[in-house]
C-alpha cells in the first residue's frame, strides 16, 4: 500500500501561483503513474493532471493546460503540481492519486484507474 500526504495548498489570489507537493510513504511511486484531481463543492472529482512513472509523460485536463504543470522526484518520492494564473475556478480541494505497481488503463483520467488517494489539500482562489 501507499500512503499519500498532499500539501501546500492555500488562499491565493487570481492570477497567483501555487505549488502543490504529494509525498508518498510506505511503498515507493518509480512504478506507478500518479495523478492530480480537485473536487469543489457539489461537484465531481475532476481530472486535472497525471504523470507516467519516469515522469517524462505527462498529461493535463484541456481547463488547466498551459497553467499547471506536473512534475515528479521518484529519489523524494513526491509529485508536484505548479498551479500558475490560478483562476477562481480552480478553487477545490485536490488529491493526488496513485495507481497500483506497474498498472495500465485504458483511461488514466478517470479516479476509477487510481487505488490510492491523499487526504486532499484546499486550494481556495480569490477574484
Known amino acids: 500500500q501507499v500512503q499519500l500526504v498532499e500539501s501546500g495548498g492555500g488562499l491565493v489570489q487570481a492570477g497567483g501561483s501555487l505549488r502543490l507537493s504529494c509525498a508518498a510513504s510506505?511503498?515507493?511511486?518509480?512504478?506507478?503513474?500518479v495523478g492530480w484531481f480537485r473536487q469543489a463543492p457539489g461537484k465531481e472529482r475532476e481530472f486535472v493532471a497525471r504523470t507516467s512513472s519516469s515522469g517524462m509523460i505527462t498529461y493535463y485536463a484541456d481547463s488547466v493546460k498551459g497553467r499547471f504543470t506536473i512534475s515528479r522526484d521518484n529519489a523524494k518520492n513526491t509529485v508536484y503540481l505548479q498551479m500558475n494564473s490560478l483562476k477562481p475556478e480552480d478553487t477545490a480541494v485536490y488529491y493526488c492519486?496513485?495507481?497500483?505497481?506497474?498498472?495500465?488503463?485504458?483511461?488514466?483520467?478517470?479516479?476509477?484507474?487510481?487505488?490510492?488517494w491523499g487526504q486532499g489539500t484546499q486550494v481556495t482562489v480569490s477574484s
Open positions: 492519486a496513485a495507481t497500483p505497481s506497474g498498472y495500465y488503463s485504458g483511461n488514466y483520467n478517470s479516479p476509477t484507474s487510481y487505488d490510492y
Open positions: 510506505g511503498r515507493t511511486l518509480s512504478s506507478r503513474n
